[in-house]
């Protein structure tokens, strides 16, 4: 959510914004917020004459019981009363219109960095660098899930009996490498100095408010029913929520975050559901990265934690590239965002793996995070992005370390969490 002083003062900024990121349908948003600020602003100043004249006719009544004026004394009381009412009147006034300003700032987008290519889709994403040399091995790659099912390493079909498309069991050394995933993955970021957490899985609808846009959260957010509770789509949701309403001394800044967790998608839209896959389901697991930090730091660490992933995806083998997020495909909460890619020998083609995000102030905004500073308050900036998210990155990690034999190599910074394992070989009856 944008500062309204920003929309007072330079509107044509914002409707710039809207502009660049093709929500022309959102421009009437703009006049309609200006006029309704202004009659929410008179209806504070008369509030404020009128309890000012109460106070001085208030005055004026005990001086004239003293003097013993009854005409005087009434018509103050009854002048008095007629303030009253007018100013219930107006309090539930600037309410309403309190109310109607914000529903429509809660939809207008935050403003964009101006290093954010201009674009309608994320077909206009644009690629900034590749890491590590992608790959085509001299034999045919099969599909993911004919890799997974080869070791042994999931039953899909159990899963569909359980719970329907979208889910999955994995088992033997395939859960095993999941978890070691995840594990590697949280000592990765210990190791670069982030606190580690275990958040709560499911947050309150005011937080859901404050940490994401409503057409995210429709489109994602499964609802608990009977309870005002959602699960979370992401761990970010409810790291970033632990401080709403709070005030936070400067020196606590920069937070630096890791959190583990599992994570609920409804996945609503045109990607849909594989019958038979990992990359888009309903239930997965993410280590993620949270960042709290002054506004001047935001940029430096938005380029850092993007790095973190690209690190950690090329100590697994796994070639990667960083792709800018254009002005359409950015979600309305953020500045500015990259999408880390892995390679897939398979498709010959990468796919999105992560993505690194910096919402400047719009979620401190909205949730009520302030710093105060001396004299001085402000809203810091928040930043997220994925360190990894399995079962999607699995994908990767087995058509980059498939062998030609059906083995898959285990990278030797995962060993370790593998028991030592170097290789995943299919059972014999597989092979």
Known sequence: MIDIKLLRSEPELVRENLKKKFQEEKLPLVDEVLDLDVRYRAALTESEQLKFERKTLSKAIGQLMRSGSQEAIEANKKQVEENADRLTALEAKAKDLSAAIKERMMVLPQIIDDSVPIGRSDEENVEVERFGEPLVPSFEVPYHMDIVERLDGSNLDSARKTSGSGFWFLKGDMARLH????????????????????????????????????????????????????????????????????????????????????????????????????????????????????????????????????????????????????????????????????WSPRQQKYFEVGSCSNLGDAQARRLAIRVKAGKKTYFPHTLNNTVVAPPRMLIGFLENNLQEDGSVLIPSALQPYMGGKARMTPPKNNQ
């Open 179 to 342: 978890s070691a995933i995840m594990t590697y993955a949280r000592d990765f970021m210990i190791d670069q100095g982030f606190t580690y957490c275990i958040p709560p899985y499911m947050i309150r609808s005011n937080v859901v408010d404050g940490v994401m846009s409503f057409a995210e959260r429709d489109n994602m957010m499964y609802k608990v029913e009977g309870e005002d509770l959602y699960l979370i789509g992401t761990s970010e949701h409810s790291m970033i929520g632990q401080f709403i309403n709070e005030v936070l001394d400067p020196l606590q800044l920069p937070l630096t975050l890791t959190s583990s967790s599992p994570c609920f998608r409804k996945e609503v839209g045109a990607h849909g559901i594989e019958e038979r896959g990992l990359y888009r389901v309903h239930q997965f697991e993410k280590q993620e990265m949270i960042v709290i930090c002054a506004p001047e730091e935001s940029m430096e660490w938005f380029h850092r934690m993007a790095n973190l992933t690209v690190e950690f995806f090329r100590t697994l083998d796994i070639p990667v590239r960083k792709l800018e997020c254009c002005s359409g495909d950015l979600a309305d909460l953020k500045v500015k965002s990259v999408d880390v890619e892995a």
